[in-house]
Every structure is written in structure tokens, then in C-alpha cells.
Nanobody
Framework: VQLQASGGGLVQAGGSLGLSCAASGSGFSINAMGWYRQVPGEQRELVAGFTSRGSTNYADSVKGRFTISRDIAKNTVYLRMGSLNPEDTAVYYC?????????????WGQGTLVTVSS
């Protein structure tokens, strides 16, 4: 499974930005998909994600500002980020959980940088 993320960039505080991540490959099915982010020197943290049951999880820090959505047919997940603040500056990584042969795997995208200027 390959994950290709796009979007990100530089935005002023209070602005909005969108990310997308498409999974490709053969012979796989996605169980869960979403986004993490990481600031240098800190642990990667979950931002938002779809569970295997289709429900969504959000970090408390982004609730009400970020919205995750998906296109199941396209194996694509989106993250709409609003009311951005400098604390949202990070590298954002999409992930996808898949099962193959009864074994679960987590795949990561290449990361896309989001910079919020004050």
C-alpha cells in the first residue's frame, strides 16, 4: 500500500487549509485511515482518524476546527483544517491500517508540512 499525501503549505493564523491522502496498491482493504502530526523533538500525535467501524476520533486540540472526511471508493481521506494557529504547525502524516493474510499493517504517507504564521 502506498499513501500519497498532498496539500499543506504556509497559512496565516486564523486561516484554513486542506490535506488529502490517497491509498493505492493491489489486493488490500483499508480498515482505518487518518492523520497524525509531529513537531520536531516531540512524539507523533493523532490529529483525526476514521476507525474500522467508520466513526471518527479527533484530538481535543482540534475538535471544532478540523474535519476529517473520506471517499471510500477512492481510498482517500481528507482533512479540512480551520481556525489554524501557530501551534498547529507540524509535519502531518496520513496513515492507513490494512489487513492482509490475517496480519494487520499500518502504512504511512510521506508527510506534508503545515506552517501557520502568527
Amino acid at each position: 500500500v502506498q499513501l500519497q499525501a498532498s496539500g499543506g503549505g504556509l497559512v496565516q493564523a486564523g486561516g484554513s487549509l486542506g490535506l488529502s491522502c490517497a491509498a493505492s496498491g493491489s489486493g488490500f482493504s483499508i480498515n482505518a485511515m487518518g492523520w497524525y502530526r509531529q513537531v520536531p523533538g516531540e512524539q507523533r500525535e493523532l490529529v483525526a482518524g476514521f476507525t474500522s467501524r467508520g466513526s471518527t476520533n479527533y484530538a481535543d486540540s482540534v475538535k471544532g476546527r478540523f474535519t476529517i472526511s473520506r471517499d471510500i471508493a477512492k481510498n482517500t481521506v481528507y482533512l479540512r483544517m480551520g481556525s489554524l494557529n501557530p501551534e498547529d504547525t507540524a509535519v502531518y502524516y496520513c496513515y492507513a491500517d490494512s489487513t492482509r493474510g490475517g496480519v494487520g499493517y499500518r502504512y504511512w504517507g510521506q508527510g506534508t508540512l503545515v506552517t501557520v504564521s502568527s
